[in-house]
């Protein structure tokens, strides 16, 4: 066996708190291998994992997660945590070079083996390795003859003085719990003396086919040059195909060196987004091979795909420097996106594959062709880009700068680039992953004009440069007010987020279609959960009338009521049931008007990121998945809005006093590079008691990947006409349903619905000129304590 691997991770390992520098007075470091002893009775833990669910899984702390105790938590990160994991070394390894590798610490750590200090580390998303074979036992003990030891320092508190190298925990997003512990597998992996440590791959589209281009890094651990043969194999992992090799010869001196193969694939199959083909994807096996013997092997799943930008049309150069359409295969996508919201857990011992697994396939239901992982979060483990190459949904990945004021100081921002390096090797070789990006929100205020966010940003592209062939965006937005100001262009990017943050100070109708730029990464609408999923977290006497615990999971109260008076004319506060239901309509209905607003845009526009798919935790937000997994109504309005191929209705208001002409467009927006000719596009128009007042069929020939308006329905409201109206469209082809939507709209007066919102709007800028921002706003009484 070339290359001999044992996981470390699991539930074997124990956990014990104690005093900053206390652990290594104890003598907890150089404690034998035994059954018995001091650690005998210290909590067990998993790996990976988060000191928080080990210490609730031991009973030593309630449920983070419940009513407001999150805080009560806090005391958790003053303190040095040591994980300790007895283990047996096969005998197979025995003669071999055998690494101790970790593949993620959050945040800094020390390690010893058997008493022996191995070294620290500090960086959350860095993988770090020891050479151990000198200091290892083989002896086989009943529980283990090798001892390792890990102490965890307390986390950092100042996000500023570790953005890019640790996940935020900071701002109004947070409740300013640090999380922290071994987040990623621990292995002991033992090769002979020449081994691959990384590889990168390349596709190169030719005539008839493809070339793969490999770079594999290679590691000689002997004092001499070794001449070593590098022997690759590919064959289609979820197709049939034969098996394609490669062989060449290399020299390899002393330490590290990288090797050069290239693997032509005749009639190549290529990896494609979901909506735009098949994601076909190969097994790829690399072999390193002295005089016949195999001293290192190792196994990927790989995919064969180019990737450019181009120019949106439609604007000058004053207005869009930067490129902003993806070009996949030689075909433009339209970014039907969502930003991800976090990994399943904020807590990384809650997560699980069959949590990605179980999320990722919704996403696809959704009709979403792309996952925005911006840098409120951590760039996702390897299973999450594994599951979207699967799924053949795209990724842009951030790096984890957000919404703070960062130093260019030199060494600060050399040990940024080098985590960033290394985020980079890990997931580069996944073709679902299509965009870098430097930060979140780092060109947004007056004290971000003036830091260093823009030298930071731009060092982290030309350090990743090197190492990929991704394109790579500076921030996002770009061309917000501090952005212009900075020098950037006004139509780059926007985040479409002040509709919701404004409260009603714009409707729905006046906001989104003032926004004209390239891109928008992120638009912002909010609802609460079920009420299943809301009493898992809200604490039963806080349900209803709404307590703190409310507030303290991010509601915004005030601005949910006002969304709800928007799209329904009031608060719709007569009951918990109500006003959950309404919130989730009002949801989904302002991110139907949004997004199809924008995708009708296209090649324009290229792509819009609702915000968000999920939640990290349980919050009263975002999400159209809570964080227990169930759908939201909101989830149904987005699967329709973003159907690749989308009859679509455009309209300038959704009330409409009796009357009164109404007046809307007939648009087809087709997503698939292939053209529907000969379509139908049948409307009917009904009104509150379901009547059809109103229909037309008009005929359409649908180019490929196109936006194009086909009519329009005029309709004079009855004069005795009340409630509401739908508007129901259908496409067909042959007879047969290709696509169909729907709209809810209004009777009634929209300047009246808008003077009831701005009113509600200053009541609740009363109370927060009052109380702050804090969420004591929505509860008064709460400074009235006895």
Same mark, same amino acid.
């Given at each position: 066996?070339s290359?001999?691997?044992?996981d470390?991770?699991?539930?074997?390992?124990q956990?014990?708190k104690? %005093?900053? &520098? $206390?652990? *290594?007075?104890?003598g907890?470091?150089?404690?034998?291998?035994?059954?018995?002893? /001091?650690?005998f009775s210290?909590?067990?833990?998993?790996?990976?994992?988060d000191?928080?669910?080990?210490?609730? %899984?031991a &009973? $030593?702390? *309630?449920?983070?997660?419940?009513?407001?105790?999150m805080h009560?938590?806090k005391? /958790?990160?003053?303190y040095?945590?040591?994980y300790?994991?007895s283990?047996n070394?096969?005998p197979?390894?025995?003669?071999?070079?055998?690494?101790?590798?970790?593949?993620?610490v959050?945040?800094?750590?020390t390690?010893w083996l058997?008493?022996q200090?191995?070294?620290?580390?500090?960086?959350?998303?860095?993988?770090?390795?020891?050479?151990?074979?000198?200091?290892?036992n083989f002896d086989?003990?009943?529980?283990?003859?090798?001892?390792?030891?890990?102490?965890?320092?307390?986390?950092?508190?100042?996000?500023r003085?570790v953005?890019?190298?640790?996940?935020?925990?900071?701002?109004?997003y947070?409740?300013?719990l640090?999380?922290f512990?071994?987040?990623?597998?621990?292995?002991?992996i033992?090769t002979d003396?020449?081994?691959?440590v990384?590889?990168r791959?390349?596709?190169e589209?030719?005539?008839?086919?493809a070339?793969?281009?490999?770079q594999?890094?290679?590691?000689?651990?002997?004092?001499?040059?070794?001449?070593?043969?590098?022997?690759?194999a590919?064959?289609?992992h979820?197709?049939?195909?034969?098996?394609i090799?490669?062989?060449?010869?290399?020299?390899?001196?002393?330490?590290?060196?990288?090797?050069n193969?290239?693997?032509d694939?005749?009639?190549?199959?290529l990896?494609?987004?979901?909506?735009?083909?098949t994601?076909?994807?190969?097994?790829l096996e690399m072999?390193?091979l002295?005089?016949g013997?195999?001293?290192?092997?190792?196994?990927?799943v790989?995919?064969?795909?180019?990737l450019?930008?181009e120019?949106?049309?439609?604007?000058?150069?004053?207005?869009?420097e930067?490129?902003w359409t993806f070009?996949?295969?030689?075909?433009?996508?339209?970014?039907r996106?969502a930003c991800?919201?976090?990994q399943?857990?904020f807590?990384?011992g809650?997560?699980s594959?069959s949590?990605?697994e179980?999320?990722?396939?919704?996403?696809?239901?959704?009709n979403?062709?792309?996952?925005?992982i911006?840098?409120?979060h951590p760039p996702e483990?390897?299973?999450?880009?594994?599951?979207c190459?699967?799924?053949?949904?795209?990724?842009?990945t951030n790096f984890?700068?957000s919404?703070q004021a960062?130093?260019?100081?030199?060494?600060?921002?050399?040990?940024?680039?080098?985590?960033c390096i290394?985020i980079?090797?890990l997931?580069?070789?996944h073709?679902?992953n299509i965009?870098w990006?430097g930060?979140?929100?780092?060109f947004?205020?007056?004290?971000?004009i003036?830091?260093g966010?823009k030298?930071?940003m731009?060092?982290?592209g030309?350090a990743i440069?090197d190492?990929?062939s991704?394109?790579?965006?500076?921030?996002?937005?770009?061309?917000?007010?501090f952005?212009?100001?900075?020098?950037?262009?006004?139509?780059?990017s926007?985040h479409a987020?002040?509709h919701?943050?404004?409260?009603?100070h714009?409707?729905?109708?006046?906001?989104?279609?003032?926004?004209?730029?390239s891109?928008?990464?992120?638009l912002?609408a909010?609802?609460?959960p079920?009420?299943?999923?809301?009493?898992?977290?809200?604490?039963?006497?806080?349900?209803w009338p709404m307590?703190p615990?409310?507030?303290?999971?991010?509601?915004?109260i005030?601005?949910?009521?006002?969304?709800n008076i928007?799209?329904?004319g009031?608060?719709?506060?007569?009951?918990l049931e109500?006003?959950?239901?309404?919130?989730q309509?009002?949801?989904?209905?302002?991110l139907?008007f949004?997004?199809?607003?924008?995708?009708?845009?296209?090649?324009?526009?290229?792509g819009?990121?609702?915000?968000?798919?999920?939640?990290h935790?349980?919050?009263?937000?975002w999400g159209?998945?809570?964080?227990y997994?169930?759908k939201?109504?909101?989830?149904?309005?987005?699967k329709r809005s973003?159907?690749?191929?989308?009859p679509?209705?455009?309209?300038?208001?959704r009330?409409?006093n009796p009357?009164?002409?109404?007046?809307?467009?007939?648009?087809?927006?087709?997503d698939?590079?292939?053209a529907y000719?000969?379509?139908?596009?049948?409307?009917?128009?009904a009104d509150?008691?379901?009547?059809?007042?109103?229909?037309g069929?008009?005929h359409a020939?649908?180019?490929?990947?196109?936006?194009?308006?086909?009519?329009e329905?005029d309709?004079?409201?009855?004069a005795?006409?009340?409630g509401?109206?739908?508007?129901?469209?259908?496409?067909?082809?042959?007879?047969?349903?290709?696509?169909s939507?729907?709209?809810l709209l209004l009777?009634?007066?929209?300047a009246?619905?808008?003077?009831?919102?701005l009113k509600?709007?200053q009541?609740?800028n009363?109370?927060r000129?009052?109380?702050?921002?804090?969420?004591?706003?929505?509860?008064?009484?709460?400074?009235?304590?006895e």
């Amino acid at each position: 066996m070339s290359r001999i691997v044992k996981d470390l991770s699991g539930k074997l390992w124990q956990m014990e708190k104690m %005093r900053v &520098g $206390e652990g *290594e007075r104890e003598g907890f470091h150089i404690l034998p291998a035994e059954r018995q002893g /001091v650690i005998f009775s210290w909590n067990y833990a998993s790996v990976p994992g988060d000191v928080y669910t080990d210490l609730q %899984r031991a &009973g $030593e702390l *309630e449920d983070p997660y419940y009513g407001r105790n999150m805080h009560k938590a806090k005391w /958790v990160q003053e303190y040095e945590w040591w994980y300790i994991r007895s283990f047996n070394v096969s005998p197979e390894m025995k003669g071999k070079k055998i690494h101790l590798e970790f593949e993620g610490v959050d945040y800094s750590c020390t390690v010893w083996l058997n008493g022996q200090l191995l070294g620290s580390h500090e960086g959350m998303f860095s993988p770090f390795s020891f050479e151990v074979s000198e200091f290892l036992n083989f002896d086989h003990w009943s529980g283990g003859s090798n001892q390792l030891a890990v102490k965890l320092d307390p986390p950092p508190k100042n996000f500023r003085n570790v953005g890019g190298k640790k996940v935020n925990f900071s701002g109004d997003y947070f409740t300013g719990l640090v999380p922290f512990g071994i987040w990623r597998p621990v292995r002991l992996i033992a090769t002979d003396h020449v081994r691959i440590v990384n590889y990168r791959s390349e596709s190169e589209l030719k005539e008839g086919g493809a070339a793969v281009h490999l770079q594999i890094e290679l590691d000689n651990m002997t004092a001499e040059s070794q001449t070593v043969q590098i022997e690759v194999a590919m064959k289609g992992h979820n197709f049939d195909s034969d098996t394609i090799t490669q062989t060449v010869e290399v020299e390899v001196p002393a330490g590290t060196q990288m090797a050069n193969a290239v693997v032509d694939v005749s009639d190549a199959k290529l990896w494609w987004p979901w909506d735009m083909g098949t994601p076909n994807l190969y097994h790829l096996e690399m072999k390193v091979l002295s005089n016949g013997t195999v001293l290192d092997r190792v196994e990927d799943v790989i995919g064969i795909r180019t990737l450019e930008m181009e120019k949106n049309p439609g604007f000058t150069d004053e207005e869009c420097e930067y490129p902003w359409t993806f070009v996949i295969n030689g075909k433009r996508q339209f970014l039907r996106s969502a930003c991800w919201g976090g990994q399943p857990s904020f807590f990384y011992g809650r997560n699980s594959t069959s949590k990605y697994e179980h999320l990722l396939t919704q996403v696809k239901e959704a009709n979403i062709n792309n996952l925005r992982i911006f840098g409120w979060h951590p760039p996702e483990i390897p299973t999450f880009y594994k599951l979207c190459d699967e799924l053949g949904i795209t990724v842009w990945t951030n790096f984890t700068f957000s919404t703070q004021a960062f130093s260019n100081d030199p060494a600060f921002v050399e040990s940024v680039e080098k985590e960033c390096i290394e985020i980079v090797k890990l997931r580069r070789n996944h073709p679902s992953n299509i965009f870098w990006m430097g930060g979140e929100e780092v060109f947004f205020t007056d004290a971000h004009i003036e830091s260093g966010n823009k030298e930071l940003m731009e060092a982290i592209g030309a350090a990743i440069g090197d190492y990929t062939s991704t394109p790579y965006g500076l921030a996002s937005p770009l061309s917000n007010e501090f952005g212009q100001s900075m020098g950037f262009k006004p139509k780059e990017s926007q985040h479409a987020n002040d509709h919701y943050y404004g409260g009603g100070h714009s409707f729905m109708e006046e906001y989104y279609p003032a926004l004209d730029c390239s891109i928008i990464p992120e638009l912002t609408a909010a609802s609460a959960p079920s009420i299943e999923s809301l009493k898992k977290f809200i604490p039963e006497n806080e349900l209803w009338p709404m307590g703190p615990s409310w507030g303290y999971h991010w509601a915004d109260i005030h601005i949910l009521q006002g969304l709800n008076i928007e799209v329904f004319g009031d608060k719709r506060m007569d009951s918990l049931e109500q006003f959950v239901e309404s919130t989730q309509v009002a949801h989904g209905t302002i991110l139907q008007f949004a997004l199809e607003l924008y995708r009708r845009r296209k090649p324009r526009m290229s792509g819009v990121s609702l915000c968000h798919f999920i939640t990290h935790w349980p919050d009263i937000k975002w999400g159209l998945i809570d964080y227990y997994g169930q759908k939201k109504i909101s989830f149904d309005y987005v699967k329709r809005s973003y159907q690749p191929l989308l009859p679509s209705l455009a309209f300038t208001k959704r009330r409409w006093n009796p009357g009164e002409a109404f007046q809307g467009e007939l648009w087809i927006v087709n997503d698939y590079h292939e053209a529907y000719h000969d379509a139908v596009l049948e409307w009917t128009l009904a009104d509150a008691g379901g009547e059809v007042v109103k229909s037309g069929i008009l005929h359409a020939s649908v180019a490929s990947n196109s936006s194009a308006r086909f009519g329009e329905i005029d309709w004079k409201v009855h004069a005795n006409a009340a409630g509401q109206f739908t508007i129901t469209l259908t496409l067909k082809q042959g007879g047969v349903e290709l696509a169909s939507n729907e709209y809810l709209l209004l009777i009634g007066d929209q300047a009246e619905a808008k003077r009831q919102c701005l009113k509600h709007l200053q009541e609740s800028n009363t109370l927060r000129e009052e109380y702050g921002h804090s969420y004591y706003r929505y509860n008064p009484e709460l400074w009235e304590l006895e």
